[in-house]
């Protein structure tokens, strides 16, 4: 099957400029994450959907980062304006439900750097 | 809520050799264990997990016991080869809870 789609692979950017992710999951997946991964540092997440509902955005940084998922599906992660910190791969997963007992397939990422 | 601890956060074993890694989790109620691997500049994927109502399963080389009186839940890999090396993260969470709780992930170095 299809894998979790993302767009760009890698950008680079300075500080205070916008940056936008895409994401396509799994098809019939109706659970989407998204995750910032530092360098040397687990996975966190930022935002988790199910469906075209938000589940939990308890770490996304909401004065910079915004994410949405319109009509259930694909995604978007934006960033504005960008920090140096925010320097990261920016990884979307998609579940077929709830996490317990289904695997989280992930994509391969988008990695930010910024200048 | 739900916190994953994860030892050592450096593995360096000789191929050939056994390697195991462990984690502890805080809530009783946490009845799914996942364990991802991630190779470097990879993303992570699915290697093994399990339910509670088990102690133990295993896939060839890879096993992963359970011990839910202790909290506690470990990794085992067997005759390791050098692509075993990689950042492999534990992760705990229950049916009543949308989230993944992670560990901060083991880097297991293989050595020739």
């Known amino acids: 099957e299809a894998g979790v789609a993302q767009s760009p692979r890698y950008k680079i950017i300075e500080k205070r400029q916008s940056v936008a992710f895409w994401c396509n999951p799994i098809?019939?997946?109706?659970?989407l994450y998204w995750y910032q991964q530092i360098l040397g540092q687990g996975p966190k997440l930022l935002i988790q959907?199910?469906?075209?509902?938000?589940?939990?955005d308890s770490q996304l940084p909401k004065d910079r980062f915004s994410a949405e998922r319109l009509k259930g599906v694909d995604s978007t992660l934006k960033i504005q304006p960008a920090k140096l910190e925010d320097s990261a791969v920016y990884l979307c997963a998609s579940s077929s439900g709830q996490v317990s007992g289904n695997t989280i397939y992930f994509g391969e990422g988008s990695w930010l750097t910024v200048v | 809520g739900e916190n994953v601890e994860q030892h050592p956060s450096t593995l360096s074993v000789q191929e050939g050799d056994s390697a195991v890694i462990k984690c502890t989790y805080s809530?009783?109620?946490?009845?799914?264990f996942p364990w991802y691997k991630q190779e470097l500049g990879k993303r992570p994927q699915l290697i093994i997990d399990i339910r509670s109502n088990v102690g133990e399963k295993k896939d060839q080389r890879i096993a992963v016991t359970l011990n839910k009186t202790a909290k506690h839940f470990s990794l085992h890999i067997t005759e390791t080869q050098p692509e075993d090396s990689a950042v492999y993260f534990c992760a705990a969470t229950s049916d009543s809870n949308y989230q993944l709780i992670w560990g901060a992930g083991t880097k297991l170095i293989i050595k020739p």
């Open positions: 809530d009783s109620a946490s009845n799914y």
């Open positions: 098809s019939g997946h109706a659970t």
């Open positions: 959907f199910q469906n075209n509902g938000v589940v939990d």
